[in-house]
């Protein structure tokens, strides 16, 4: 079965752009969380969808935000990009949320220049 | 509140020699830990999970891991490293009951492996 896509795979943007990331679970999992990615900060939780609903959500600021759709497809924002902002950002998505498994996708790698 | 640390960014090993990847957690309610690996470029992929039950797990390619509640550990193994194991290791926390989608993140570390 297809795994977790997330589109683009790579972008670069401007200081001050926004810009929106895509994430399309595997069918049939109805969790999707989103995971910034960088050298000094590591792996650190942005927040988790379930079922259109923003369940849980990390210690980022309001610039950072998304949505799910109704078909658990799902989308993060970052408004007035910062060059702190360039990370790989990853996707993953898991039937529940309480399983015990999410799988990743491969990322969406932002540069903001 | 519950962290992961990884001791070592950086491990290197011989091919067909032991790994190692040592990882410690704090948590004030059990937890479930993960073990998570990252190739250049790409997304995460499940080694292993310990959940409930039995605390040594065994995972994908060779890996285990045991649980040991008194030690507050979680370290990774391999008896015999292969060249296809040079890769960033993760060590992952979720809460007891909690959603894996919001996991606890060690720093990482990374493999590599010499020939």
């Known amino acids: 079965k297809a795994g977790v896509t997330q589109t683009p795979r790579y972008l670069i943007k401007t200081r001050g752009q926004q810009v929106t990331l895509s994430c399309s679970p595997i069918?049939?999992?109805?969790?999707v969380s989103w995971y910034q990615q960088t050298p000094g900060q590591g792996l650190q939780f942005l927040f988790e969808?379930?079922?259109?609903?923003?369940?849980n959500k990390g210690n980022f600021p309001g610039r950072f935000s998304g949505r799910q759709f109704s078909n658990s497809r799902s989308e993060m924002n970052v408004s007035t990009l910062e060059l702190g902002d360039s990370a790989l950002y990853l996707c993953?998505?898991?039937?529940?949320?309480?399983?015990?498994?999410?799988?990743f996708g491969q990322g969406t790698r932002l540069t903001v220049v | 509140a519950q962290s992961v640390t990884q001791l070592g960014s950086h491990v290197s090993v011989s091919e067909g020699a032991l790994v190692l990847l040592r990882c410690n957690y704090s948590?004030?309610?059990?937890?479930?830990l993960f073990w998570y690996v990252q190739y250049p470029n790409q997304g995460l992929q499940l080694l292993l999970k310990?959940?409930?039950?039995?605390?040594l797990v065994k995972g994908i390619n060779g890996f285990e891991a045991e649980f040991k509640k008194s030690e507050t550990s979680f370290h990774l193994t391999k008896p015999s490293a292969h060249m296809s194991d040079a890769a960033e290791y993760f060590c992952?926390?979720?809460?007891?009951?909690?959603?894996?989608?919001?996991?606890?993140f060690g720093k990482g570390t990374k493999l590599s492996v010499k020939p």
């Open positions: 992952a926390l979720a809460l007891y009951g909690g959603s894996q989608g919001n996991l606890i």
């Open positions: 948590s004030s309610v059990p937890p479930y």
């Open positions: 993953a998505s898991s039937r529940t949320g309480m399983d015990t498994e999410a799988f």
């Open positions: 969808y379930f079922s259109e609903t923003q369940r």
């Open positions: 310990y959940t409930t039950g039995a605390t």
């Open positions: 069918s049939g999992h109805r969790s």
